[in-house]
């Protein structure tokens, strides 16, 4: 079974930073694309940031591009997302996610069928 636990979390202020991270176990990690969702209150759940599997190719929403920065570490099981230059429209409960097929980039929620179960990001203006 495949596990996912994000952590890095919290409250900070306009124009900050935080740095995510998702734990994986359960299977060959570098196998498989890993993904960042974020959902508000109120709103549906958004990608934020993709790496595809194997060599880590990153992908990105439009609002996040330029701001942040996703990277996984192969021999760690663990995927990060650097978050600078936050906003107030940022803040969420974040999540990671995993297919469970070799998909190379996914996007859609539903090519997602591991999730972990958030942190929440709080960005105060």
């Known amino acids: 079974q495949v596990q996912l636990v994000e952590s890095g979390g919290g409250l900070v202020q306009a124009g900050g930073s935080l740095r995510l991270s998702c734990a994986a176990s359960g299977r060959t990690f570098s196998n498989y694309a890993v993904g960042w969702f974020r959902q508000a209150p109120g709103k549906e759940r958004e990608f934020v940031a993709g790496i595809s599997r194997n060599e880590g190719t990153p992908y990105y929403a439009d609002s996040v591009k330029g701001r942040f920065t996703i990277s996984r570490d192969n021999a760690k099981n663990t995927v990060y997302v650097q978050m600078n230059s936050l906003k107030a429209e940022d803040t969420a409960v974040y999540y990671c996610?995993?297919?469970?097929?070799?998909?190379?980039?996914?996007?859609?929620?539903?090519?997602?069928?591991?999730w972990g179960r958030g942190t929440q990001v709080t960005v105060s203006s």
């Open positions: 996610a995993a297919p469970r097929r070799t998909v190379n980039t996914p996007r859609s929620q539903y090519d997602f069928d591991y």
